[in-house]
């Protein structure tokens, strides 16, 4: 189940100097395709933002603890070649499993390493899956000569299918654009479908580019396009152990010049934004892409606060599975969003272009019919302005449906 069409793009732009390998473990289910190998051209520049979930998964502590010797190599001279290869499992998530899951981690990294000969702190390692269950690391292992063997530029859709876990379909978002006459691409996958909201669901997102950036501009750059796109989802409120957003710049283009940055930028929130809004599409037990628009707030942070207030609440999730427009659940979660000095009589929501409550109670022009035709839809926008100020934000979030509790009660059977 899945809101809209499955967008992943006809044409995703190969990006010079990055290749996708695909193959199947048989991790957790035979045939599956659940191994993914991506290598990088040497020399390349990586930035990664990370769950910042305490119980964060071994191969999150790993990559965290390679990226950082890779963007700094103080001794290693093997290093100055940067980060060489990434490695995604699925069907396990190698999180809450203690020393012997960094153990396990290292084995695949170790491994890889010695197939591609580099250093395996030129390895980044991701997992998604179980928590809790030791990694399968022999039929990883066993895995990956084939992985990287069928690493191609153009693997990208096999490999998104190779992240997915209980997704429906892939994400993808890719874009080819030019300055001063000289092409750049930038491509990305995504996955994540429940245990979704990013704190920087399962969600991984792997993004390269050609272009030539400095790895501490890569960062802010990444940094600052997964703060206006995957932190501002929620499926049903939970931040996993495994969550990664990782970008890659290849260099192998041209070099992203301070008169040419805010193009650049501007292209890859886009990119992050169309996949965020995929996860959100593909939700698990998903009918509804809603959007939660708060305005007016005294900060930035406060309209934020309560667009995750609504967007997270059960009360108003199950009503929009329903249709139903039970208002007062919106109204109630406002109220509740822990806003100071919040005059009630100043606030105002609509749905869509449906205004449903003002100065306090319902909107004098207000119709329960007028509000059905906005929820019947399954694509629309709950607008809410406090009155305070002109702070704006935005949440994408879901309805949640039976569907939704079928999938995680049978989860792991």
């Known amino acids: 189940m899945a809101v809209g069409k499955n967008n992943f793009p006809e044409q995703m ?11 199947s473990a048989g991790i957790k289910t035979p045939g599956r395709k659940d191994l993914v190998v991506m290598a990088l051209e040497p020399g390349s520049t990586v930035a990664a933002t990370f769950t910042r979930n305490a119980f964060c998964a071994a191969p999150v502590q790993l990559a965290r603890t390679n990226l950082a010797a890779a963007i700094s190599p103080r001794e290693s001279s093997v290093l100055q070649q940067g980060i060489r290869y990434l490695v995604t499992n699925t069907g396990n998530a190698n999180a809450g499993t203690g020393s012997q899951g960094l153990e396990n981690a290292l084995v695949v990294c170790n491994r890889l390493a010695e197939l591609g000969g580099v250093d395996p702190a030129q390895v980044l390692p991701y997992s998604t899956g179980v928590i809790g269950e030791p990694l399968p690391v022999q039929k990883i292992v066993a895995g990956l000569p084939d992985a990287l063997a069928s690493c191609r530029e153009d693997g990208w859709h096999d490999a998104g299918i190779g992240i997915m876990t209980t997704d429906t379909r892939p994400k993808g978002a890719s874009c080819r654009f030019e300055l001063e006459g000289q092409p ?10 429940g245990m979704i909201k990013p704190d920087m669901a399962t969600m991984l997102a792997y993004i390269a580019t050609d272009a030539r ?80 628009l708060v305005e007016g707030g005294a900060t930035k942070a406060e309209s934020l606060r309560v667009a ?5 609440s059960p009360l108003v999730k199950t009503a929009l599975f329903a249709s ?68 704006v934000e935005t949440v994408w979030t879901t309805d949640l449906s039976y569907e939704y509790v079928r999938i995680n009660a049978d989860y792991r059977t």
């Open 13 to 23: 732009h190969a990006v010079a100097g990055f290749r996708l390998g695909t193959t």
């Open 184 to 193: 750049i691409c930038i491509t990305g996958i995504a996955k994540g479908a």
């Open 213 to 292: 950036v400095a790895a501490p501009l890569l960062q802010r750059l990444l940094s600052e396009a997964v703060d206006a796109s995957f932190n501002r989802v929620t499926i049903d409120g939970d931040t996993s152990t495994n969550d990664a957003v990782t970008l890659v710049a290849t260099g192998l283009g041209p070099e992203i010049s301070a008169e040419h940055l805010e193009t650049f930028r501007a292209r890859l929130v886009a990119i992050c934004q169309e996949l965020a809004q995929g996860i959100v599409r593909d939700g698990e037990g998903a009918t509804k892409f809603v959007s939660v």
């Open 308 to 312: 995750y207030t609504v967007a997270e």
């Open 324 to 391: 139903d427009p039970n208002w007062g659940r919106i109204l109630a979660a406002i109220g509740r969003s822990g806003i100071p000095d919040l005059d009630v009589d100043a606030v105002s929501i609509w749905l869509d272009d449906v205004l449903i409550a003002e100065r306090g109670g319902r909107a004098a022009s207000y119709t329960e019919q007028a509000g059905q035709t906005v929820l019947a839809a399954d694509e629309f926008c709950i607008r809410v302005d406090l009155g305070r100020g002109k702070a």
